[in-house]
């Protein structure tokens, strides 16, 4: 079983930032594709960023320049900065590793994945 932790999640009001963290082993971030998911009620889990075990990184489009993935090696954590939020961002977000070196263009293939989190609440107000 590959360990993967969320943390960061919370409420902020439009216009803010947070930083969520998924927390995992050495072994899984420096050889998997990990990426972060999130799911809003009522609708599709979709994806949100991705990041290869080379440090190549992948965003939705429609949140590039809102969003950024990065990675700590240190800490052994992959990190997904969340800046000018609004309230469309409120989901439940994911973080999940896929066994590939390589995340590839179907990153955001949620049915790709072998491993996932229990997840950290974003909410955000108007």
């Known amino acids: 079983q590959v360990p993967l932790v969320e943390s960061g999640g919370g409420s902020v009001q439009s216009g803010g930032s947070l930083t969520l963290s998924c927390a995992t082993s050495?072994?899984?971030?420096?050889?998997?594709?990990i990426s972060w998911f999130r799911q809003a009620p009522g609708k599709k889990r979709e994806g949100v960023a991705a990041?290869?075990?080379?440090?190549?990184?992948s965003v939705v489009h429609s949140l590039r320049g809102r969003f950024t993935i990065s990675r700590d090696n240190e800490k052994n954590t992959v990190n997904l900065q969340l800046n000018n939020l609004k309230p469309e961002d409120t989901a439940m977000y994911y973080c999940?590793?896929?066994?590939?070196?390589?995340?590839?263009?179907?990153?955001?293939?949620?049915?790709?994945?072998?491993?996932w989190g229990q997840g950290t609440q974003v909410t955000v107000s108007s």
């Open positions: 999940a590793a896929r066994k590939s070196a390589y995340c590839s263009t179907s990153w955001s293939n949620r049915g790709r994945y072998n491993y």
């Open positions: 050495g072994y899984t971030s420096s050889r998997y594709c």
């Open positions: 990041m290869d075990s080379d440090g190549l990184t």
